[in-house]
């Protein structure tokens, strides 16, 4: 394996690679501990990479449940909102019937009132008219008694004169 591939490096690759050797080349053992230091590093990265993408993982996770209750959260205030709307229509809905049904009853109770005024005003003038009619006939009472009165007072004046007239004339009458 040469180092110009573009696949990726295992730190076994780092381990297990070998240079050719060159008249003028490197110390060997400079050259297998920098590499030794070298794979340790990489297999460092690696596993620091792995627990990044776990918690990268872990954190999409939260991600997506948060982005899922905040869709329920939306959802529910949407739905709470509704119901709060409906609820407040259908309360002034309601109050609208109740106004409406209170001021049909009192139309009615006012048409009642006004009737019964109107039933009162007119018993009141019959009882205005049927005291009239009875002072009229005490009157007309009155005046035939006064008739009958004049009469009886005049028929016993009368009766009285004839009765002196009678004893008059029996004093100036002979005794026989």
Wanted: aromatic share 4%; hydrophobic share 40%.
């Amino acid at each position: 394996m040469t180092m110009g591939d573009a696949m990726r490096i295992t730190p076994l690759d780092i381990q297990q690679m070998v240079f050719r050797v060159s008249f003028r080349g490197y110390d060997k053992e400079e050259v297998n501990r920098f590499l030794e230091e070298l794979a340790q590093t990489v297999e460092s990265l690696n596993r620091d990479q792995a627990v990044q993408r776990e918690k990268i993982l872990f954190l999409e996770q939260q991600l997506a449940e948060m982005k899922r209750t905040e869709s329920t959260l939306s959802s529910t205030l949407l739905s709470a909102q509704s119901l709060a709307e409906d609820v407040k229509r259908n309360a002034q809905r309601e109050a609208d019937l109740v106004i409406k049904e209170a001021e049909l009853k009192a139309g009615e109770l006012i048409r009642q009132a006004r009737v019964e005024l109107t039933d009162t005003q007119r018993d009141l003038l019959s009882l205005q008219k049927q005291r009239l009619l009875m002072v009229e006939r005490l009157r007309a009472s009155l005046r035939m008694f006064e008739r009958m009165l004049e009469v009886e007072e005049q028929e016993a004046l009368h009766d009285a004169a004839t009765a002196s007239e009678e004893k008059l004339e029996g004093e100036s009458s002979p005794a026989l």
